[in-house]
Nanobody, 125 residues
């Protein structure tokens, strides 16, 4: 598995922005499949955004146009830029990685085997 450490969570007002970071240790910089997930109290964990080394990013419908996932080319760090935040975005946000991902493979929300401990995002009205 890949050790992952998230940071950047905070409490902000609706309409504000946050940028989450996820640092991966010992993970390939050229072949990768990583994503952001979130879990609100009383709700199931849901996939928010995916990024891999071969295709365009993928986003949940609820965040399209507001969130952007990106990766630092020089490091194995993935970011989640969140704009126009809404109270319903309040959740614990988790970074995840597929440590078995290989060139030509499929990167999906259900293929993650490595998880960070999460960072809390709270949006107030």
């Amino acid at each position: 598995r890949v050790p992952l450490v998230e940071s950047g969570g905070a409490s902000v007002q609706a309409g504000g922005s946050l940028k989450l970071s996820c640092a991966a240790s010992g993970y390939s910089d050229s072949t990768y499949c990583m994503g952001w997930f979130r879990q609100a109290p009383g709700k199931e964990r849901e996939g928010v955004a995916l990024i891999d080394s071969h295709g365009p990013p993928d986003y949940a419908d609820s965040v399209k146009g507001r969130f952007t996932i990106s990766k630092d080319k020089a490091k194995t760090t993935v970011y989640l830029q969140m704009n126009d935040l809404k109270p319903e975005d309040t959740a614990m946000y988790y970074c995840a990685a597929d440590s078995f991902f290989r060139p030509g493979g499929f990167c999906g929300y259900y293929g993650m085997d490595s998880w960070g401990k999460g960072t809390q995002v709270t949006i107030s009205t």
